[in-house]
């Protein structure tokens, strides 16, 4: 069995069951009402096709989809305690986040992907390169081979070198959806994120130098 092909199976399976549980716990909150809200309350309204909620929710799905999948890479190619238990963090918080986009992308009846440029939302567009970075500060094609075929401290410091660019970029999507979202679950969960994300590129910058090495 090839890396790719061990890295894929967890992912899919953990990304499965994390949608699920996001699905039902999104649910739940629209099918108990309030003791506070008034018995005839409408819902509120989805958020337009084109809107900052809509769009956010599509691009840091995948942004976090390929975090997801470098954590468990990084996993298998070093013993290192520290290394393992932040990519273990990454796993679980970003594959949780990535259900929760996901659910509210189902429950507003919009696609999960769409045929426009993505962050067109942010009010500019990035148009893929086709080396597999769909968008900034993600890795391509080629650093995830290189990734998964390097060991031990090399393995390390290239990990934590393409996950600092990975959460600067995805600090910066979530900052700007924090500010422009139309719905509070899309502004509180984007602000959650540039917060954590900002702490792991301290923690990384750290890590980085414990190895010798810089972010660049």
Do not use: C, Y
Request: charged fraction near 20%; avoid cysteine.
């Amino acid at each position: 069995m090839t890396a790719a092909a061990r890295t894929s199976r967890p992912l899919l399976l953990a990304g499965g069951a994390v949608l699920l549980l996001a699905l039902a716990l999104i649910a739940l909150t629209f099918a108990r009402p309030s003791a506070s809200a008034p018995a005839a309350s409408a819902p509120a309204a989805a958020p337009a096709e084109g809107s900052a909620d809509v769009g956010f929710a599509r691009d840091m799905a995948v942004h976090h989809q390929q975090a997801v999948e470098m954590s468990f890479i990084v996993r298998d190619r070093t013993s290192d305690e520290a290394v393992r238990r932040l990519a273990f963090d990454i796993i679980n918080t970003q594959a949780n986040q990535r259900g929760m986009l996901l659910g509210w992308l189902d429950l507003w009846g919009r696609p999960i992907s769409s045929p426009g440029a993505p962050m067109a939302w942010m009010g500019h567009s990035f148009t893929p390169r086709g080396d597999g970075a769909l968008m900034p500060g993600m890795a391509t094609d080629a650093e995830l081979d290189a990734l998964r075929a390097a060991e031990g401290r090399k393995a390390e410091v290239l990990f934590l070198r393409l996950m600092t660019v990975h959460h600067k970029a995805g600090a910066d999507m979530a900052s700007a959806a924090a500010s422009s979202a139309g719905t509070d679950v899309i502004r509180n969960l984007a602000a959650g994120m540039v917060r954590s994300q900002q702490s792991e590129i301290a923690l990384m910058a750290d890590m980085l130098r414990e190895r010798g090495a810089s972010a660049s």
